[in-house]
């Protein structure tokens, strides 16, 4: 059986990133986009030492993505990173001092315009799975469901061409919307 979750301490942030965990897209690519924000608690202060993966289909929307994530180096053990070279389909990254992530990547595709999120953070006794889309699309039914203010939680502000932005609030009025998976058992 098993156990009960237990809270999820500050240490995830100090065991789990990685070199380069933010840097799913190749290195020098041209589509390059970044998609940066807060993860801020339910009196709006910011969580220092909250940790984010990330996941997304590949731009011509397969989702097998590349290894490379976690390749050691042979000599030593230690992580080296990833080779800069594929795109992985996957990100981890640490919040910083003032809250603050990001991840470089490229866009979704059409089918599917959003990066699938879960967050780890003290306090929490489950992580959290929510998106972010980077342009609210027609049809799609998990947004359609959602009254406009609440929708709005998911989708990121576009700041520029290539960098989106999206605050992740835990609880409070600007709660952004956590999804639930059923138990499979």
């Not at 003032?98 to 489950?126: D, I």
């Not at 609440?150 to 609880?171: F, G, Y």
């Amino acid at each position: 059986m098993p156990t009960p979750s237990q809270t999820i301490g500050p240490f995830y942030g100090y065991a789990l990133p990685f070199p380069g965990g933010g840097e799913i897209a190749p290195a020098g690519h041209r589509d390059t986009v970044t998609v940066h924000g807060h993860v801020y608690d339910g009196a709006g202060a910011a969580i220092p030492d909250a940790l984010l993966e990330f996941w997304q289909a590949a731009p011509d929307g397969s989702l097998s993505g590349r290894p490379g994530s976690l390749r050691r180096d042979p000599v030593t053990g230690g992580y080296l990173g990833r080779n800069g070279v594929d795109f992985t389909g996957f990100a981890r990254v640490a919040t910083d001092a003032a809250g603050h992530w990001a991840v470089r990547t490229l866009p979704p595709p059409a089918a599917a315009p959003y990066l699938s999120v879960c967050v780890f953070a003290r306090g929490l006794t489950q992580h959290l799975y929510t998106r972010a889309y980077l342009a609210e699309p027609t049809g799609d039914r998990l947004l359609a469901g959602l009254p406009e203010h609440r929708r709005a939680t998911l989708v990121a502000r576009r700041e520029s061409d290539r960098t989106h932005r999206l605050d992740i609030h835990l609880q409070g009025a600007k709660e952004t919307v956590f999804l639930e998976f059923p138990d499979p058992r």
